[in-house]
């Protein structure tokens, strides 16, 4: 069975401070699939990144960076200098590519994040 | 290019109504899929078609819900009788895939749905 934990519930930071956004997963597939979304107050759920189990190197985009560590089964999120555009829930998703559903994304519960002004 | 558009984006209905939730996919986009999150808990997938077919449905909680993509286009998802438990945000997200199933999932803004 695949499982996609957020243990973050809620997190509230000032802006310009970096946070980190965690993301556990489990999964017996050997190819897999990693997601972070992003859902603004406006309701859709944007893609931001992907990542295959067979890429471990890390990836930086702008101020958002990504720890993917196949060892601890963690896929973190960082965002540096955070903005309050940035306040929106977080979601971390898997999806694997051997099970008959493999076309499932299985979704963590989100992290709520605010960035104070 | 128009993204995947969800109507309507809130619908408040009793107890034993029908209501029924419309997506249109991204132009092009031969996977469909539905997933719902209800009372804040995870998004959980209820089903998913490939053109017109239903590949996985193995999400979809009981017989009161009935989706259907007619076409292959767009996809309407209807929930008879409605029920207090029905109540959430029902997303619908399309994508190209192909062998690697790394194509990220492009999702609406949802239908926000309260049975009352």
């Known amino acids: 069975a695949q499982k996609v934990t957020q243990a973050q519930t809620e997190i509230s930071v000032v802006e310009k401070e970096d946070v980190t956004l965690d993301c556990v997963y489990e999964?017996?597939?050997?190819?897999?699939?990693l997601f972070w979304y992003k859902q603004p107050p406006s309701g859709e759920l944007v893609f931001l990144i992907r990542?295959?189990?067979?890429?471990?190197q890390n990836e930086i985009s702008g101020r958002y960076s990504w720890n993917f560590q196949k060892s601890t089964s963690s896929f973190n999120f960082t965002i540096t200098a955070s903005q309050v555009v940035d306040s929106a829930v977080y979601f971390c998703?898997?999806?694997?590519?051997?099970?008959?559903?493999?076309?499932?994304?299985?979704f963590g519960s989100g992290t709520q994040l605010t960035v104070l002004p | 290019e128009a993204g995947v558009t969800q109507f309507p984006s809130h619908s408040v209905i009793e107890k034993g109504q029908t209501v029924t939730l419309r997506c249109d996919p991204i132009?092009?986009?031969?996977?469909l899929y539905w997933y719902r999150r209800v009372m804040g808990k995870e998004i959980k997938f209820l089903l998913h078609?490939?053109?017109?077919?239903?590949?996985?449905e193995s999400g979809m909680p009981n017989n009161r819900f009935l989706a259907e993509r007619t076409g292959g286009t767009y996809s309407t998802l209807k929930v008879q009788p409605a029920e207090l438990e029905d109540s959430g945000v029902y997303f619908c997200?399309?994508?190209?895939?192909?062998?690697?199933?790394?194509?990220?999932?492009?999702f609406g803004n949802g239908t926000r749905l309260t049975v009352t």
């Open positions: 990542r295959n189990s067979f890429d471990e």
């Open positions: 999964t017996r597939d050997t190819t897999y699939y």
């Open positions: 078609f490939v053109k017109e077919s239903k590949q996985d």
């Open positions: 998703a898997l999806r694997s590519g051997a099970s008959g559903s493999a076309r499932q994304l299985t």
């Open positions: 132009s092009g986009h031969d996977n």
């Open positions: 997200a399309s994508s190209e895939e192909g062998v690697l199933l790394n194509s990220p999932l492009h």
